[in-house]
């Protein structure tokens, strides 16, 4: 039977390409699977095209492969994927309901499906929550990078300041940084060490152990006054004045 079949359709693809040789149009009609709508759609034959002279869809030309399938009646192969689908939902596969909807027999199956689209659940609370939930703990991680950032340069900027007032330290700097297993991403050294050498600076000596330097005397060069300041003095008036 598929034989004889096969036979007959290249027969009739002989007489089209024969007496199918004017200008038609067809009309392709099909149900869309998954919605159930019924689509069409326009197919030109030898249509002329007055612009490059030629023929498009000239099924008078070239040579075509005919391929011949079986398959069950309409009703009785959506009878079979429904009874199907309907078994797996009893078995436990979590398939949606418009499937048994798509392939089942009803007249209006195709507003059954839309209606069944829009008339979706609410949001579940929880998970609006949830997400809630987890953007605020990613702006929470974002602002507590962005405090050890800003107390890290801080705390450069304090480094950086010593450093520039002694640039001995700087070494001693770089030593305990490596120590500590600090990963410098910049070139190395950790620390900037100082250009040159130090100034050497003369520090007083004073050897004569019958005037020894007095130790109030460099006390008081680093006070900015040596008035107590946090001394107030209040004048009164004399009797004899009033």
Known sequence: MAYTRQLLARRILKLIQRYYDSYRIFRITE???????????????????????????????????????????????????FQQALEMMKAGVPLP?????????LA?????????GTNQPPPDPSLQARARVLEAQARKLEADATDVAVKTQYSAVQTAQVIAQTPATASLADSLLR???????DAAPIVPQPAGQLPHVEL????????????AQ??????ETRAA??????EF??????
């Open 31 to 81: 149900t869309d699977p998954m919605t159930g709508k019924p689509s069409e759609e326009l197919l030109e034959i030898n249509k002329f095209d007055q612009a490059t002279g030629q023929y498009y869809n000239d099924v008078t030309v070239g040579t075509y492969d005919v391929v011949i399938s079986e398959q069950p009646m309409q009703v009785t192969f959506q009878n079979s994927q």
């Open 97 to 105: 309901p418009t499937v048994l909807v798509r392939y089942s027999n």
């Open 108 to 116: 209006d199956k195709q507003d059954v499906l839309e209606s069944m």
């Open 179 to 185: 120590s500590a297993n600090y990963v410098d991403h």
């Open 204 to 215: 007083p000596r004073n050897t004569d152990p019958l005037t020894p330097a007095s130790p």
């Open 218 to 223: 460099g006390q008081e060069d680093g006070l």
């Open 229 to 234: 300041d946090g001394v107030r003095l209040t």
């Open 237 to 242: 008036p004399n009797d004899s004045d009033h």
